[in-house]
């Protein structure tokens, strides 16, 4: 069965550090991986996504995600983080040979807090 | 501007009331699904579409209709709403049913059933 686990429920870094949300996932075939944010009352909004190819993917805002096959993870960082990122991040994932199965499994959320 | 639109953002309804929460889009979508939020649980999809007149449950359909007349609009009926489907909504599209493309979501329609 496919899941995806966000391991960490919630994140603290103060501005200016590097930040780290992490994801693992286990799908049957190839993953399809995406990254997305959720700022306060508002809808989502596609952060990246990792496809096929380089392994290192870069995304809006600053964000980038390294996808690691032998550890089926897709952790999302940023070298330095602003206040503004406080956000509630979501991993998701879906298998290229899910054939009907279309929808995307999303992980749990991880809460971003970025302290001044 | 592409966006997706959902109304109305804020509802307090009663056990038992029909209501309708529309969706739209403007980008000319084929795929369009319906979530919930909800604490502790994340998103779970509760019907989506691949096109106009194509629709089929999603993990929690249970109380839920949908109809896809337009391919713009997507809205999710609630015949006789529950307390348990308290919940934030988000409607979202994506160009096509491809495991690769990304989705658009609405601003989320919180919605109480006292």
């Known amino acids: 069965a496919q899941s995806v686990a966000q391991p960490e429920d919630q994140v603290n870094v103060a501005e200016g550090n590097p930040l780290t949300v992490k994801c693992t996932y286990s799908v049957s075939g190839n993953p399809y991986l995406f990254w997305y944010v959720q700022y306060p009352n508002r809808g989502l909004q596609f952060l990246l996504k990792?496809?096929?190819?380089d392994n290192l993917v870069k995304g809006s805002y600053g964000f980038e995600a390294e996808f690691n096959k032998s550890q089926t993870s897709f952790h999302l960082k940023k070298p330095s983080a602003l206040v503004s990122d406080s956000a509630l991040y979501f991993c998701a994932v879906r298998a290229d040979n899910a054939g009907n199965n279309r929808k995307l499994i999303w992980g749990l959320g991880t809460s971003l807090a970025v302290n001044p | 501007e592409a966006q997706v639109t959902q109304n109305p953002r804020y509802l307090i309804t009663v056990t038992g009331k029909k209501l309708t929460v529309t969706c739209s889009q403007n980008?000319?979508?084929?795929?369009m699904s319906w979530y919930r939020q909800d604490p502790g649980l994340g998103l779970r999809q509760i019907y989506y579409?691949?096109?106009?007149?194509?629709?089929d449950k999603g993990d929690v359909p249970e109380g839920y209709k949908v109809s896809r007349k337009e391919k713009r609009n997507f809205p999710l009926i609630l015949e006789s709403p529950s307390p348990n489907q308290t919940s934030l909504y988000f409607c979202?599209?994506?160009?096509?049913?491809?495991?690769?493309?990304?989705?658009?979501f609405g601003p989320g329609t919180r919605l109480t059933v006292l």
């Open positions: 979202a599209s994506s160009a096509r049913d491809s495991p690769y493309n990304e989705q658009f």
């Open positions: 990792y496809i096929t190819g």
């Open positions: 579409s691949m096109n106009v007149e194509v629709t």
């Open positions: 980008m000319n979508h084929e795929y």
